[in-house]
């Protein structure tokens, strides 16, 4: 068991973003059951759950003409399309069955609002609005974060450098993640994060 600064944080291991899923990520389930055995080594435990409302602005389905994967401009920036996934109390939005949540200490649900994206599980897309995970895990007396999940390229790429940037002592763990790697997205999000000052195991 790791001391009481450190927390595992697991990224968005749910079934739309598991083989079958609506944004499946390749062999996304292999890395559940190395999950659950990591979970024993952490005081701290926090699981993220993308949570959209039907039609949320991120959705190709949302926007004219559009298909997934390609990108528009929103008033925070550009904003990559996807299929419609992880709606709101779904089967496609609930946690893989088997991943083990029981000794999780904090979910934190992001993307619920309409008309902003939430990669991060710090921050929506805009960088600015936060999610709480910065004082849960201040008050916690956290100060090491190790990041697993998916996807490495998006939400756990986004949350890594944020929690970096916030000052937290960041390791992502690239056995217990897999990958989306839209052109190219892997490499570049990889880059990103060892410029943050993350720790890439």
């Known amino acids: 068991m790791r001391d009481a600064t450190h927390a595992l944080i697991v990224i968005d291991v749910q079934n739309d973003f598991c083989p079958g899923g609506a944004l499946a990520v390749a062999d996304g389930d292999a890395i559940i059951a190395p999950i659950n055995a990591a979970l024993a080594e952490y005081p701290v435990k926090v699981f993220t759950q993308d949570w959209h409302p039907v039609g949320h602005s991120s959705f190709a389905t949302s926007h004219t003409g559009k298909a997934p994967f390609e990108t528009t401009e929103m008033p925070y920036g550009t904003q990559v399309l996807w299929p419609d996934h992880c709606e709101q109390g779904s089967n496609g939005a609930a946690f893989h069955p088997d991943l083990n949540t029981t000794p999780g200490d904090l979910v934190i649900r992001k993307g619920f609002r309409p008309q902003i994206d939430s ?43 944020d929690g970096a940037t916030l000052g937290f002592d960041v390791t992502v763990d690239t056995t217990l993640c897999r990958a989306i790697d839209l052109d190219g997205s892997l490499q570049v999000a990889l880059d990103q994060m060892k410029a943050a000052g993350v720790t890439l195991v």
């Open 119 to 161: 990669y991060s599980a710090f921050f929506e897309n805009d960088r600015i609005t936060p999610t709480g995970l910065e004082g849960y895990l201040r008050t916690r007396g956290v100060t090491h974060l190790t990041l697993v999940g998916l996807a490495t390229d998006f939400c756990v790429a986004y949350s890594a450098i």
